[in-house]
């Protein structure tokens, strides 16, 4: 896959996961087996992290910037500091699938699958909750309050930061749920969770379940769902090899590039909200 920053092409290993550093100047990207951390300046690589020996499939940045994220195939995650320097390293009992850190705590979530697990810099030991369906995705809730889990089994499990079961969304049909993102929009009124299936369709839950708006047709799978910063936009990318951006209500407004040659496993809009990558 190639990666394009500012006109530069990178050629990498299959990208999974990217994100950013809460001010912008740097990307994290999730490459074969390393984790990369672009300048997006100019496009150039600041450093080549190793220490995974499987495919990275998830990055994470701490919203106070202190600290970032990787999980792996090789079932372990590794927290870097700012520095890029590794501070520690825990274990699951299967391939990392993602990470993600409390928007306020910085308490990080991470899930494989078959179970996820808490880790926060003053707890010594890592809280782990085993699942029986493998777990696709996960988010937070913009008061960290609440952690959603994707389902394969099409279900989505609302924890609250104990890893308690508080409630359960079911989509009609039981397709994986592979995607799904709570919306950063401050005007909405409750907690909306944009969701996408792999029965190719976009909809919107409140965090005790109901509907808002109605279900949408994607016409594909997708595999990410991204808010911008502000939350008044939404990127999905996936099996159709297109990004695509979309009003926060769910319309298509159009394809962000050109078709890439093989799926799109990610997509992130910087925190200016004026690229997207």
């Given at each position: 896959m190639v990666l394009v920053i500012n006109g530069f092409f990178i050629v990498l290993f299959s990208i999974y996961d990217l994100c950013f550093n809460p001010d912008g100047t740097q990307l994290i990207v999730a490459g074969g087996n390393h984790v990369l951390v672009y300048d997006t300046s100019d496009g150039s690589l600041i450093q080549l992290l190793k220490g995974h020996k499987d495919k990275v499939h998830t990055v994470s940045y701490a919203k106070n910037g202190e600290k970032f994220a990787s999980g792996s195939a090789d079932k372990t995650i590794i927290i870097w500091s700012n520095k890029l320097e590794g501070l520690l390293k825990y274990s699951h009992n299967d391939s990392v699938q993602c990470v993600s850190f409390n928007p306020l705590s910085h308490q990080l979530a991470s899930c494989s699958l078959s179970d996820f697990?808490?880790?926060?810099?003053?707890?010594?030991?890592?809280?782990?909750?085993?699942?029986?369906?493998?777990?696709?995705?996960?988010?937070?809730?913009?008061?960290?309050?609440?952690?959603?889990?994707?389902?394969?089994?099409?279900?989505?499990?609302?924890?609250?930061?104990?890893?308690?079961?508080?409630?359960?969304?079911?989509?009609?049909?039981?397709?994986?749920?592979?995607?799904?993102?709570?919306?950063?929009?401050?005007?909405?009124?409750?907690?909306?969770?944009?969701?996408?299936?792999?029965?190719?369709?976009?909809?919107?839950?409140?965090?005790?379940?109901?509907?808002?708006?109605?279900?949408?047709?994607?016409?594909?799978?997708?595999?990410?769902?991204?808010?911008?910063?502000?939350?008044?936009?939404?990127?999905?990318?996936?099996?159709?090899?297109?990004?695509?951006?979309?009003?926060?209500?769910?319309?298509?407004?159009?394809?962000?590039?050109?078709?890439?040659?093989?799926?799109?496993?990610?997509?992130?809009?910087d925190p200016s909200g004026n690229f997207v990558f």
């Open positions: 697990a808490f880790w926060s810099a003053d707890q010594k030991a890592v809280q782990k909750h085993k699942t029986n369906v493998r777990i696709n995705s996960c988010s937070w809730t913009n008061d960290g309050q609440y952690l959603a889990l994707a389902l394969n089994n099409g279900v989505i499990s609302i924890r609250n930061k104990l890893g308690e079961e508080k409630g359960k969304i079911e989509r009609p049909g039981g397709g994986a749920i592979w995607a799904i993102a709570w919306s950063t929009f401050k005007g909405d009124q409750t907690d909306t969770l944009c969701v996408t299936d792999w029965n190719k369709t976009l909809s919107f839950y409140t965090l005790g379940g109901k509907y808002i708006g109605k279900e949408r047709n994607l016409g594909y799978n997708a595999l990410r769902v991204r808010y911008f910063p502000r939350g008044d936009y939404i990127l999905i990318s996936g099996l159709n090899k297109y990004c695509q951006l979309f009003t926060r209500e769910g319309i298509k407004l159009g394809m962000i590039g050109e078709q890439q040659n093989s799926w799109i496993w990610c997509c992130e809009a």
